[in-house]
């Protein structure tokens, strides 16, 4: 049943994570959006059972969304392409997301802008990140180098305006930028990440300490650490202001990297993001990005020349890779998927927790990593192997 207009309901699981502890059996009650409470005792009058071995854990949030349901963000930068994006990953436990703009032209960037402010309407839109376009040439990745560019004040007017559209992102190359620009899009409400950099460490210790606070898709696009010159991935890992996403799909970064970055991070600073790209939740094989032809072969998307452009992945499908890949427990992968985005996005007390008063955006999913329902606000969009076991 969607619970869409209901005000009250009260949903009981045998295995309740709460953010930081399973627990269980329990049930969760919500009011007007938010938790009201939750009780450990018999759930009498529930609203919905889930199935005896289903999961419900704080909704995943994802900071690194490009596209979903066919979408590509950069081609239908509007309310109707956000919506598609937004509810391909709702149906894979995605609750909270920042769809994507990668480097551009100054238009489309616009063009998103003046929808942005309507997108924050949408069920699960968390804000916007904008990867580009001021990147290092020299680790573009699939980021089109005709377009990568220090942004001028026309850019930088666009860029700024998304620091009030929710809790946006900017990615760029601390060295392409003047230190001043950084300074101004903080600013403007911005949080700032270095991502397709090749700084060295102490071009980005200059700028955390301006207040650049994450790192996005950790090892990918940016200077290695080696021996007498640590570069991003280095000082991401050492240094523990950052918050650090990285994709945990098995392509784009091996299991010991993975394990190396959690043993260096901790589940408090690392976040699952998944890149996606817009097959997800189709049964394409191809699409365009930006006139190039990329294909999925082997659960790996590349271009023509074989670059790695985004990722194949699901919220659940890196949780459950978590696991796998590094060999952390179910736990730790939670709070990596829903509490640490939500620190990072300075939501930390809304959103990441199963806590009375924070907003009931959840997510059930059973031992097979299979979602069978999720709420946003109370809302709840219920998969079919959940119906059977829904009453009320």
């Not at 995943?60 to 596209?67: A, E, K, S, T």
């Not at 102490?202 to 950790?218: F, K, P």
């Not at 990297?257 to 901790?266: D, V, Y």
């Not at 990596?336 to 007390?349: D, E, K, N, V, Y």
Request: a negative charge; aromatic letters at 4%.
């Amino acid at each position: 049943m969607d619970q869409a207009g209901s005000v009250s309901l009260t949903i009981a699981a045998h295995h309740i994570f709460d953010g930081t502890d399973m627990r269980g059996p329990g049930s969760v009650r919500i009011s007007q959006g938010r938790i009201e409470s939750i009780g450990f005792d018999e759930a009498a009058g529930a609203s919905i059972r889930l199935p005896r071995h289903a999961i419900l854990a704080p909704g995943f949030i994802d900071i690194q969304v490009n596209g979903g349901g066919g979408v590509l963000l950069n081609d239908q930068p509007t309310e109707a392409g956000v919506r598609r994006i937004v509810e391909a990953h709702r149906k894979a436990g995605t609750t909270g997301c920042l769809p994507t703009l990668i480097t551009d032209r100054p238009e489309v960037i616009e063009r998103l802008a003046v929808a942005a402010r309507g997108c924050l309407d949408i069920p699960g839109v968390l804000g916007f990140h904008l990867e580009g376009p001021a990147l290092n040439r020299s680790r573009k990745g699939i980021h089109p180098e005709a377009e990568i560019r220090v942004p001028d004040r026309r850019d930088l007017a666009a860029i700024k305006s998304f620091g009030d559209r929710g809790r946006s992102i900017v990615t760029l190359a601390p060295e392409c930028v003047p230190a001043s620009m950084i300074d101004e899009l903080i600013g403007a409400g911005l949080r700032i990440a270095a991502g397709h950099s090749d700084a060295t460490a102490a071009e980005i210790g200059q700028a955390v300490d301006r207040g650049v606070s994450g790192v996005t898709h950790l090892f990918n696009a940016m200077s290695q650490l080696n021996a007498r010159e640590p570069g991003l991935v280095g000082v991401a890992l050492e240094d523990d202001r950052l918050f650090a996403g990285i994709i945990c799909d098995g392509i784009h970064v091996d299991r010991a990297g993975l394990r190396i970055a959690f043993r260096c991070k901790g589940r408090d600073r690392l976040m699952l993001v998944t890149d996606a790209m817009p097959l997800v939740g189709t049964d394409d094989r191809q699409f365009l990005l930006q006139g190039r032809q990329i294909m999925l072969h082997d659960n790996r998307l590349t271009g023509p020349d074989g670059t790695l452009a985004g990722a194949h992945l699901t919220m659940i499908e890196a949780v459950r890779n978590a696991v796998a890949l590094i060999g952390i427990s179910l736990i730790d992968a939670l709070i990596m998927a829903s509490r640490t985005p939500a620190a990072f996005l300075g939501l930390g007390a809304e959103l990441g927790r199963i806590a009375p008063g924070y907003r009931a955006d959840l997510v059930a999913f059973n031992a097979n990593f299979e979602v069978v329902g999720t709420w946003i606000g109370g809302v709840g969009s219920m998969g079919e192997a959940s119906k059977a076991s829904e009453r009320g």
